[in-house]
């Protein structure tokens, strides 16, 4: 298999780890050609003793951060010029020997084509193409920016159109032989924008996100003790942005407050990494800083000590009221589902993880003030216990390529 996955472990992000997870259980030697991103130490260590890793053979190309300049958007003249490099160089490095398949992903996008150009050339080859988020249709890319500096506004718009083009997603929907998607929501968001929606669905899969069991970070979570502290530590780890917003849990504290002066003494809640500067200062206006507490972005390793430590995971989901579909699911509803902890989810029922975290016995979802607040006093005054079966989030679902 030939693998062109823009990015690739030991650099450690959500789509890097899909693309691993999703690709290390088949029975095929990988050539990957890839971006290099800075790598992850921990991750780095759980490969070297993951021995699926021996079947990948990396060619590292371009440093990712200059050919996708997501956060240097000064960087952009040379993230063009390096992103069409890849393309080509991709083509070359495929031609170097005789491959049976061929896997791309949709982060970053100019994977899907390298592969559209891999595929043109070579149409014997099965094209697998991957998607963790949808790009056609976005909503994130109607964010109401009204109050952003006109720098901003022209950095975002030009940013979305190299790194978050429709014609990313299309290639790959309309020229891959497979669309593998991590949930239902996703691939219909995704497909349905496109006139044959049913034949289209014939060619995909969906394949969910999973971890992978004999990794010891893993073991770990899924090994920690439940936690007790005196007062209950809910934590966030990830950006609040966009259509991710906590304007209606904000609202919420500010009313249980309102009814319980001592609820800092039953509950605190922690976000750890980005949060918009209006959310920050309702917080302030609000006289919550005792109740949601805000910390800089941590690193994986101890993001994954706060969870453990935590009583209470907060998992903020991206809110689309109305939509018949909500595609994104955010990847850190594995490790919460490790846990086996109370989980406070802020996510409407359109949404996937609304699905999955009633699959799993949640029952403290919703995204309205009142739901809330009912789902807070909910995890204060219930004392449960979670048990349920993991295996459905094992990547050892993943042996053979449909």
């Known amino acids: 298999m030939f693998v062109v996955p823009g990015s690739f472990v030991p650099f450690n992000d959500t ?3 899909l693309t691993y997870k999703r690709l290390r259980n088949l029975d095929l030697d990988m050539d990957v050609f890839a971006f290099h991103g800075k790598e992850d130490e921990g991750l780095l260590k759980q490969l070297k003793e993951d021995d699926n890793y021996s079947k990948f053979h990396v060619t590292w190309t371009s440093e990712l951060d200059w050919a996708i300049p997501r956060y240097y958007p000064l ?10 490099k890849y393309v080509h160089d991709a083509l070359v490095e495929f031609e170097k020997k005789e491959y049976r398949y061929l896997f791309t992903s949709i982060v970053p996008g100019i994977s899907h084509i390298a592969g559209y150009r891999i595929k043109k050339k070579h149409p014997e080859v099965m094209w697998y193409a991957s998607f963790s988020d949808p790009f056609k249709g976005s909503p994130y890319k109607k964010t109401d920016l009204k109050d952003r500096s006109l720098i901003y506004r022209f950095a975002f718009h030009v940013g979305s159109w190299c790194l978050y083009n429709d ?6 929907v309309k020229y ?4 593998v998607f991590i949930c239902e929501e996703q691939r219909d968001f995704t497909l349905r924008q496109y006139p044959n929606y049913e034949e289209l669905l014939k060619k995909s899969i969906v394949m969910p996100l ?16 439940r936690k007790e502290n005196k007062v209950k530590q809910a934590v966030h780890l990830g950006r609040l942005y966009g259509l991710r917003r906590p304007d209606s849990f904000i609202e919420a504290l500010r009313q249980l407050k309102e009814e319980d002066p001592d609820l800092k003494e039953k509950i605190v809640f922690h976000q750890y990494s980005e949060i918009q500067s209006a959310d920050v200062q309702k917080i302030k206006e609000y ?7 805000i910390h800089d972005k941590v690193s994986y390793d101890e993001s994954i000590r706060i969870m453990k430590e935590a009583d209470v995971l907060v998992l903020f989901d991206t809110l689309m009221p109305g939509a018949p579909s909500q595609p994104y699911l955010p990847s850190k509803i594995v490790e919460y589902l490790l846990l086996k902890k109370p989980i406070l989810g802020i996510c409407d029922s359109n949404s996937p993880s609304y699905r999955i975290l009633r699959e799993y016995g ?3 979802i919703g995204c309205s003030a009142d739901e809330i607040k009912d789902s807070i006093r909910r995890i204060l005054t219930e004392d449960r216990s979670f048990d349920y079966d993991l295996s459905a989030l094992s990547s050892d679902t993943y042996r053979m390529i449909p």
Not at 210 to 225: L, N, Q
Not at 287 to 293: K, N, P, R, T
């Open 362 to 364: 949640y029952n403290t």
């Open 287 to 293: 006289g919550l800083e005792d109740l949601f507490m």
């Open 15 to 17: 789509v890097t780890l």
């Open 176 to 179: 891959a032989d497979r669309l």
């Open 167 to 172: 014609r990313y997603e299309e290639a790959a």
């Open 75 to 84: 960087r952009l003249p040379a993230g063009l010029f390096l992103m069409n």
């Open 210 to 225: 999973t971890y992978v069991p004999e990794w010891k970070m893993y073991r770990d979570i899924i090994d920690a003790p």
